[in-house]
């Protein structure tokens, strides 16, 4: 496992985290291009690269594990017949079942079914937690909320992969419905 820094504006520091993330959670990637982005928290460019914004730093270190990782399974979306035969003989092969599908939702939910450390609310699924009162539906308390139920959701994104597998179609939208409950 291997990252080459592209960009003199990443920090030392955000370049240990994104080896953190993809030592403890991504064995079958062996080397990624790291590159600076401003305008988001984070990019996909193409090929082996991404691109994490140093601002991450700042926030909960589950918002950073979540976006690197949000970044690696594009990544892994677009490179995923190269690597396919390396993740198959890791503890991480269920994600690898079946094709991988391209887009933003499925993205979060192969993210989040790799483990709950990587669980964090996304901007892609469009939730509305109910259950958060309005003047405390800042980020932060929003956060606690998908720590606190980052098991639970990790198992619903699990359980959707399988059920795609077994010829679902509507795995997503059963996933959101089910994510949505957990917030009413
Ligand atoms: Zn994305």
């Known amino acids: 496992m291997r990252i080459v820094v592209k960009s003199k504006r990443i920090p ?13 959670y991504f064995p079958e990637i062996d080397c990624v291009s790291l590159y600076y982005t401003g305008s988001a ?9 991404i691109a994490i914004n140093p601002v991450l730093l700042k926030k909960p270190k ?3 594990y979540h976006t690197v990782a949000h970044e690696l399974t594009h990544l892994i979306q677009w490179q995923q017949e190269k690597i396919r035969p390396k ?4 503890e991480y092969s269920f994600l690898y079942a079946q094709r991988i599908p391209k887009g933003e ?10 483990h709950p450390d ?8 469009g939730l509305k937690p109910k259950k958060l009162p309005n003047s405390i539906k800042s980020w932060c308390t929003a956060m606690e909320f998908y720590e606190e139920h980052s098991f639970e959701i990790h198992n619903l994104a699990k359980k959707a992969i399988e059920m795609r597998r077994q010829g679902f179609r509507s795995y997503i939208k059963w996933f959101l419905n089910k994510l949505n409950s957990i917030f009413e």
């Open 41 to 49: 928290y984070g990019k996909y460019l193409r090929d082996w690269k």
């Open 87 to 90: 993740a198959l003989k890791t």
């Open 105 to 114: 939702k499925a993205c979060e939910i192969w993210t989040y079914a790799r």
């Open 118 to 125: 990587l669980v964090a609310p996304s901007y892609y699924l």
């Open 62 to 64: 589950r918002v950073l």
């Open 12 to 24: 030392k520091r955000l370049e240990e985290e994104v080896r953190k993330v993809l030592k403890h």
